[in-house]
C-alpha cells in the first residue's frame, strides 16, 4: 500500500521548446492548487530537435519540415495555444521571426540549477524567456544571463557550459526516458507509474489527482 502521508511524486519530461509543456504544467498547477495535494515535481529533460543547428530555425519553416504544416495552420495553432496560456497567466509572444533553438544546453543548466535546488524556477524563467521574450536559447551567454537573473551564479553558470560537465549525464536521462517508450512531451509520470501525456486541461488534471488519491488510501 502507498503511504499517503508521503508527497505526490510528479516526474514531468519536458522541453522548454514546447509551449504544450508549459500549458500542461500550468494546468496540472492549478489542479494541484484546487485539490491540495501534497507534491513534489521532479522535471527531466527531452529534446525535440536534438539536430536543430545553433542559429535556430523559424518556427514557421521548422513546423513546415517538421510536420508540413501549412502556414495557415501554423497561425491557427500559435492563435489558439496564446489564448489557452492567457487563461492560464502565460504570455505567448509569437512575433515575426520567432525561432525554435537546441536545448542541449539548456537542458545541461537546468541540471545544474537542479544541485542547488533551483531546477523549477530555472525551468519556469526559460519557458518564459523564450516563448514571451523570445531569447536566444542557442546562445549560451544567455542562457548564463537567465540564470543570474532568478540568482544563480553567472560565473559558475558560464563554466557549466563551456567545460560540458553534465553532457553525459543529461544524455545518459534523455535515453532513458525514451527507453521508457517517451516519443512525445508533455509526459507527467504520477507515483512512478502513472503515464499521462499532453496537455490534458485543468479538470482532467483534477480528475486524474482524485484518482491518484483514492487509489493510494
Known sequence: MTDTK???RIDIVSDVMCPWCIIGYRQLAIA???????????WHPFELNPNMPAEGQDVGEHLAEKYGTTPEQSAANRANMTAVGQELGFDFNFADGFRMHNTFNTHQ?????????????LKQALFTAHFTNGRNLS???VLVEIAGEIGLDRVEAKA?????RFANTVRQEQQFWTGQGISGVPAVVFDRKHLVTGA????NFKNIL????EMRT
Request: glycine share 4%.
Open 200 to 203: 490534458q486541461g485543468v479538470d
Open 210 to 213: 482524485t484518482q491518484l488519491q
Open 32 to 42: 494541484l492548487e484546487a485539490s491540495d495535494v501534497a507534491h513534489e515535481i521532479h
Open 139 to 141: 546562445d549560451d551567454a
Open 109 to 121: 543548466l537546468l541540471h545544474w540549477a537542479n544541485e542547488q535546488g533551483r531546477k523549477h524556477d
Open 6 to 8: 508521503s508527497p505526490l
Open 160 to 164: 557549466v557550459l563551456e567545460d560540458q
